[in-house]
């Protein structure tokens, strides 16, 4: 097992596929994009596999395949059904902005793909081409709904609201969700974007959501809540229970303390916390000979040397150098 000097357990892995995206969020990069990696940069299919099977033998259960945008893999498909045939299989998910899942859903779930989560910050079309730079609401909406048919649930949906843009989004996001099946999990934004502009005024904390949210629904505490860094809401009318609703307050009510992650970036760098000011090769090491021992072993240090906690409040906090497309959320 992979433990820390705070007795948590590293369980689930999340690995990013690429870095590239095919959306422009303006609370993560940049109108022109980003300086992409180069393809000889990215690991390849079989490093990406090779890294699961090790990390699946140190009691991983759960990764998920993140990017930038994942659909943008080429192979995916075949990358997940790999994954699914190893030994000891983990649950397998992934998160995407859903442009391109309406296409894929059906294969991948048939590869051996569990669940998805859809990136959707605003269900007007206006918004989210100011939002995203791109007039793709459409596209968003038919992968949500082919996910939901392919059976990858419970379809969860995350949404930022940010001041200003769509925070009086909050109430009929949750409508619709609970309409269509799926489970909303608004999130608050975090100092991760690509262009260090983060401001924490413009950020809607998960007290302001809960608040609106309890103007118009009865809300009623999920408890389990494990190490899953969502807060969860039975959302009742009438006493009836609709559905459910989450809210992530990375900010404002860190969950650290319960932190079962670990990161492996496109490139092959572990990171042991999304706000790590530090990562450690593991591209070199496949790529030079190293044995599934000295990967394991990697692996183990980064997660002994995890901190306690990210510090975002702390006076000295640095942003990472790499924002989140780059990263893997």
């Not at 502009?197 to 309890?214: H, Y």
């Not at 970036?265 to 021992?293: H, I």
Request: glycine residues 10%; neutral net charge.
């Amino acid at each position: 097992m992979l433990t820390d000097r705070y007795g948590r357990v590293a369980a689930s892995l999340r690995l990013s596929l690429t870095d590239r995206c095919n959306l422009r969020c303006s609370y993560c990069m940049p109108e022109e994009g980003l300086a992409w990696l180069q393809r000889e940069e990215v690991l390849t299919d079989d490093e990406v596999v090779r890294l699961v099977r090790v990390a699946v033998g140190l009691g991983m259960r759960d990764v998920r395949l993140t990017g930038g945008e994942p659909l943008l893999r080429r192979g995916l498909v075949g990358l997940v059904e790999r994954l699914a045939a190893l030994p000891d299989r983990p649950s397998l998910a992934l998160t995407t902005n859903g442009v391109g899942l309406a296409r894929l859903a059906g294969p991948l779930a048939a590869a051996g793909l569990d669940r998805v989560n859809v990136s959707l910050d605003t269900l007007r079309r206006d918004v989210f081409a100011t939002v995203t730079r791109r007039d793709r609401l459409d596209d968003v909406l038919a992968g949500l709904a082919a996910a939901r048919d392919a059976g990858l649930g419970p379809v969860k949906v995350n949404s930022v609201l940010v001041r200003g843009v769509n925070d009086d989004e909050a109430v009929p996001l949750v409508e619709w969700a609970l309409h269509e099946g799926y489970e909303l999990r608004i999130i608050e934004q975090m100092p991760l974007d690509a262009q260090g502009a983060w401001e924490r005024e413009r950020m809607v904390t998960a007290e302001e959501v809960l608040d609106r949210l309890s103007r118009a629904f009865v809300l009623l505490e999920d408890a389990h809540r494990g190490s899953s860094p969502a807060e969860r809401w039975w959302v009742l009318r009438d006493g009836v229970k609709l559905g459910r609703v989450g809210v992530i307050a990375s900010v404002t009510r860190p969950f650290c303390g319960a932190c079962d992650r670990m990161r492996i970036t496109a490139d092959g760098q572990v990171r042991n916390c999304l706000f790590a000011r530090g990562e450690t090769d593991l591209r070199g090491l496949l790529r030079g000979g190293g044995s599934d021992d000295d990967i394991a072993e990697v692996l183990r240090g980064s997660v002994a040397a995890k901190l306690p906690g990210h510090g975002i409040d702390e006076p000295g906090f640095l942003q990472p150098s790499r924002p989140m497309s780059a990263i893997g959320g």
